[in-house]
């Protein structure tokens, strides 16, 4: 490669000029080429850091090579959540802050999104949950937002009546129930290490959490290890802690994307005064629909103070109300004038 070649990023495929190739010996030096088995850098004119990504191969546009090297592969999101500044204001220093982060973490996706109940924010997928809080608290810490997020929820794949299949990141986005085929939903393969006493403990966590087990195998005499396949959703929301609990934190967790499968879900809508608030929408599987949405509802009652008429707070999946939880109104204090 020498100054003046044109090459390819066969990523993204982005054609760029070489302005300029060297070495780092330490400071960085220009050199004549850059040939077989050295290391260097290139300098180009590339405006958009999104151009480039970690890992791809760089070739000659003309008699350059026709595949890229094996191994390369996106980083792909995993647990998709709402974020939104809790101040209007905070819309593009917000924009700009997740545009500084993506700069070096090829693994954040995001995109803008709009709800009637939160206003402007944005999606944005993570790799996991911990990922997903390190992002969080540097957008509040560096860059000094106050921000707001939504459950997490996974990426769900729908299949309409007529074959069409979309990707799914937040409820809002589910089309109507009468043109639903089916839905599929990421699973994990999901490897846990734990003493021999806590193996009924750990089996019936996973059953609760719709884990489906595979075998178990005696490592020593103080471990075994269990394996199960167990859906993304699950996992994120207190499967690690309520395992850590339960086995007195002895336990450890590995897993792997298996693959998608089809699973019955539901879209659980709440209702507030007969008005659907969006940002409380859920994806969930119809098993577990009524438990979370009678927490919810009670959850919700002691949050919202009493007006001066009655608030119902509904469940609702589709036009059926699954719960309902009321807000009293506040009466009239008869015995106020009868004192002082």
Same mark, same amino acid.
Not at 8 to 24: D, F, I, S
Not at 186 to 212: D, N, W
Not at 234 to 251: N, P, V
């Given at each position: 490669?020498?100054?003046?070649?044109?090459?390819?990023?066969?990523?993204?495929?982005?054609?760029?000029?070489?302005?300029?190739?060297?070495?780092? +010996? %330490?400071?960085?030096?220009?050199?004549?080429?850059?040939?077989?088995?050295?290391?260097?850098?290139?300098?180009?004119?590339?405006?958009?850091?999104?151009?480039?990504?970690?890992?791809?191969?760089?070739?000659? #546009? +003309?008699?350059? !090579?026709?595949?890229? &090297?094996?191994?390369?592969?996106?980083?792909?999101?995993? #647990?998709?959540?709402? @974020?939104?500044?809790?101040?209007?204001?905070?819309?593009?220093? @917000?924009?700009? *802050?997740?545009?500084?982060?993506? /700069?070096?973490?090829?693994?954040? *996706?995001?995109?803008?999104?709009?709800?009637?109940?939160?206003?402007?924010?944005?999606?944005?997928?993570? /790799?996991?949950?911990?990922?997903?809080?390190?992002?969080?608290?540097?957008?509040?810490?560096?860059?000094?937002?106050?921000?707001? *997020?939504?459950? %997490?929820?996974?990426?769900?794949?729908?299949?309409?009546?007529?074959?069409?299949?979309?990707?799914?990141?937040? %409820?809002?986005?589910?089309?109507?129930?009468?043109?639903?085929? +089916?839905?599929?939903?990421?699973?994990?393969?999901?490897?846990?290490? !734990?003493?021999?006493?806590?193996?009924?403990?750990?089996?019936?966590?996973?059953?609760?959490? +719709?884990?489906?087990?595979?075998?178990?195998?005696?490592?020593?005499?103080?471990? !075994?290890?269990?394996?199960?396949?167990?859906?993304? *959703?699950?996992?994120? $929301?207190?499967?690690?802690?309520?395992?850590?609990?339960?086995?007195?934190?002895?336990?450890? $967790?590995?897993?792997?994307?298996?693959?998608?499968?089809?699973?019955?879900?539901?879209?659980?809508?709440? &209702? $507030?005064?007969?008005?659907?608030?969006?940002? $409380?929408?859920?994806? #969930?599987?119809?098993?577990?629909?009524?438990?979370?949405?009678?927490?919810?509802?009670?959850?919700?009652?002691?949050?919202?103070?009493?007006?001066?008429?009655?608030?119902?707070?509904?469940?609702?999946?589709?036009?059926?109300?699954?719960?309902?939880?009321?807000?009293?109104?506040?009466?009239?204090? #008869?015995?106020?004038?009868?004192?002082?």
């Amino acid at each position: 490669v020498k100054k003046g070649d044109r090459v390819l990023m066969m990523a993204t495929g982005t054609e760029v000029l070489v302005e300029e190739v060297g070495a780092r +010996r %330490p400071a960085e030096t220009p050199l004549p080429e850059l040939s077989v088995g050295e290391v260097g850098y290139l300098v180009t004119g590339l405006k958009d850091v999104r151009q480039v990504k970690v890992g791809d191969t760089i070739t000659a #546009v +003309r008699g350059g !090579v026709d595949e890229p &090297l094996p191994g390369y592969r996106d980083a792909k999101p995993m #647990v998709y959540t709402g @974020l939104f500044p809790l101040d209007g204001d905070q819309y593009e220093p @917000l924009k700009e *802050a997740l545009e500084k982060l993506s /700069l070096n973490d090829p693994a954040l *996706a995001w995109e803008p999104e709009k709800s009637h109940a939160l206003g402007f924010g944005f999606r944005v997928g993570f /790799l996991g949950l911990l990922h997903m809080e390190v992002i969080k608290e540097r957008l509040e810490r560096e860059f000094g937002l106050d921000l707001l *997020a939504t459950a %997490p929820s996974v990426e769900y794949h729908v299949y309409r009546q007529g074959g069409e299949m979309i990707s799914l990141h937040s %409820p809002q986005e589910m089309p109507d129930p009468g043109e639903i085929e +089916r839905i599929e939903e990421p699973y994990l393969k999901a490897k846990i290490i !734990v003493p021999p006493e806590y193996t009924g403990a750990v089996m019936q966590l996973a059953i609760e959490h +719709r884990g489906i087990t595979q075998d178990m195998v005696y490592l020593t005499e103080k471990s !075994v290890e269990m394996h199960f396949d167990i859906p993304l *959703a699950e996992l994120i $929301l207190d499967f690690f802690d309520q395992l850590k609990s339960r086995t007195k934190g002895y336990a450890s $967790l590995d897993y792997e994307f298996n693959e998608y499968r089809a699973s019955e879900l539901v879209k659980l809508d709440i &209702l $507030l005064a007969g008005d659907e608030v969006d940002a $409380l929408s859920f994806i #969930v599987h119809k098993d577990k629909a009524y438990s979370l949405a009678r927490g919810l509802c009670d959850k919700l009652k002691e949050i919202i103070p009493q007006q001066l008429f009655e608030v119902p707070i509904q469940g609702a999946i589709g036009n059926k109300i699954i719960s309902r939880s009321t807000v009293r109104a506040r009466r009239k204090d #008869v015995l106020a004038k009868c004192y002082g």
